[in-house]
């Protein structure tokens, strides 16, 4: 019996042993696992320290540059999913100057940040001047109206009278005989040489949509002006024919059905030029004409009303993968 009770207490004794061994065990495991996990939460801790000085050091490095350039990007783009197709047009207004002891500034005067390739050739009145500004040179130009004059002192003191597409005596598509009929016609239209038109924003190769018949419903809110070119004999250069400033009326006056699209037209070719000259090459053309006259894009503008959402320009990829087939099987 008493050999019975012996074998039961060294059997307990043995699981009581063994229970101990085993808490110690998961005590050891568990001791261990918190330090790797310290040891992973440290070294984590560490490369995170690391990364953040060397962004420190990276940025300290910018900042000691007299000029930046902006990382700034538009959305998806229409036209540079081409390959060499050109970036929008830089004018300068990227580039942020940086003083070592101040900083970058608050603000800074917008008719400072235009390179030289910017240029005003006319403007209007009203309630606020505006400048019609040509961007690039008079082959490849664009023209847009914007809110302030390049160079500055274009208006200071005041504006050259000569050059102010409001006042009527500037232009030749409103003068009348004395009988009151127009004293020019479309018969003395001889070509188009700019479009100039407003957004209120900066220029850019999307503005074509603030012109486009398929897209507009009014056009009182686009301000427009077309530089033509009269059959009339220029009295200060008798060699040549006159050219100018004039709205949008007198061109849908000559013709009523076509001179939106007419305009709209020379516009997308301006900005074609414009595109190539930027480019560096005359053999390049860019695709804006390909997408703006697509029978895809068309419906895509017309279902959609803009050409800036991706689906527009999903329509206009499958429309260049579909054209591109059908070359390769001709």
């Known amino acids: 019996m008493e050999e019975e009770e012996n074998k039961e207490d060294k059997e307990d004794k043995e699981d009581k042993e063994d229970k101990e061994d085993k808490e110690d065990k998961e005590d ?31 940025e300290g490095k910018k900042r000691k540059k007299v000029v930046i350039k902006s990382i700034e990007r538009d959305d998806e783009s ?3 999913s081409d390959p060499g197709a050109e970036t929008d047009y830089d004018d300068g207004s990227s580039v942020t100057y940086v003083d070592e002891e101040y900083g970058t500034p608050l603000h800074t005067n917008p008719g400072m940040t235009h390179s030289k390739d910017v240029k005003t050739v006319g403007w209007r009145g009203g309630r606020s001047t505006t400048f019609i500004n040509m961007h690039g040179k008079r082959s490849h130009a664009r023209y847009r109206i ?13 504006p050259p009278d000569e050059e102010n597409v409001s006042n009527p005596n500037n232009r030749f598509g409103e003068k009348r005989k004395t009988n009151g009929k127009y004293l020019y016609t479309k018969r003395h239209i001889v070509h188009i040489w700019g479009v100039a038109w407003g957004t209120g924003q900066k220029a850019s190769k999307y503005d074509l949509d603030a012109i486009n ?11 427009t002006y077309i530089l033509i070119e009269w059959d009339i004999q220029d009295k200060t250069n008798p060699d040549k024919n006159v050219k100018s400033w004039e709205p949008r009326s007198v061109l849908r006056r000559c013709w009523p059905k076509d001179a939106d699209q007419m305009i709209f037209d020379a516009a997308v070719e301006a900005e074609e030029r414009f ?5 560096g090459s005359t053999a390049y053309t860019p695709a804006i004409r390909t997408f703006y006259t697509s ?3 068309i419906k895509a503008f017309k279902v959609l009303k803009t050409s800036k959402v991706t689906l527009a320009i999903k329509a206009f990829k499958v429309f260049k993968v579909i054209n591109a087939s059908k070359v390769s099987h001709a």
Do not use: G, H, I, Q
Request: charged share 60%; aromatic share 6%.
């Open 213 to 223: 018949p398929d897209l507009v419903t009014s056009w009182r809110s686009v301000p």
């Open 275 to 279: 595109a190539r000259a930027r480019a």
């Open 78 to 80: 229409l036209f540079d």
């Open 295 to 297: 029978a895809l894009a």
């Open 146 to 158: 914007e809110s302030l004059a390049y160079p500055m002192t274009y208006d200071d003191p005041t």
């Open 28 to 58: 050891k495991e568990d001791k261990e696992d918190k330090e790797d996990k310290e040891d992973k939460e440290k070294e984590k801790k560490k490369k995170k320290e690391k990364k953040e000085k060397k962004k420190e050091d990276k």
